[in-house]
């Protein structure tokens, strides 16, 4: 018997030495490293890095990034500009639109989170200065 390999996605780009492929559904960007489900669909414009997870029935759409070791399930939605980074997850039927989730942060359910422009944070850790949507809130109401 004979074993046949299954093909290999056609390496597009290679960055800091990761090699990075078109996504099969949207024809996005994913790295090497990166998790994709067949399922799933990756925007044209879209980009997949380091070891992120879009599983199921996930849209990444626009020029959102999905990075570093993420989660995103179910049927959420990641559009816009947004950037979802560190270890946030985001799962159910949440959408979130130019926005860029940080550290710990879980979306899950069925919310939509939108901004007009890039630049609202979703974080959890104090690792990153910038303030968090509830301190953006808080200050706002002063």
């Known amino acids: 018997m004979s074993s046949v390999d299954a093909p290999t996605p056609e390496t597009i780009v290679e960055i800091h030495g990761v090699k990075y492929h078109r996504h099969e559904n949207g024809g996005g960007l994913v790295a090497e490293t990166a998790t994709v489900d067949p399922t799933a669909y990756v925007g044209p414009n879209a980009w997949v890095h380091d070891r ?8 990444i ?11 995103v399930t179910a049927r959420a939605k990641v559009c816009g500009s947004s950037i979802v980074d560190d270890t946030a997850q985001i799962g159910g039927s949440v959408e979130i639109h130019n926005l860029i989730v ?17 630049g609202f944070y979703l974080n959890e850790t104090a690792r990153d200065p910038r303030p968090s949507m509830a301190e ?7």
Not at 61 to 71: L, P
Not at 105 to 117: C, D, Y
Not at 136 to 142: F, G, M, V, Y
Request: proline letters at 0%; glycine letters at 6%; charged letters at 30%.
């Open 136 to 142: 953006l809130c808080r200050s706002s109401r002063t």
């Open 102 to 118: 940080r550290g710990d942060t879980q979306l899950l359910g069925s919310t939509v989170f939108w901004a007009e422009h890039q």
């Open 52 to 59: 992120a997870q879009v599983l199921d029935l996930v849209r």
């Open 61 to 71: 759409e626009d020029k959102a990034e999905v990075r570093g070791n993420t989660r």
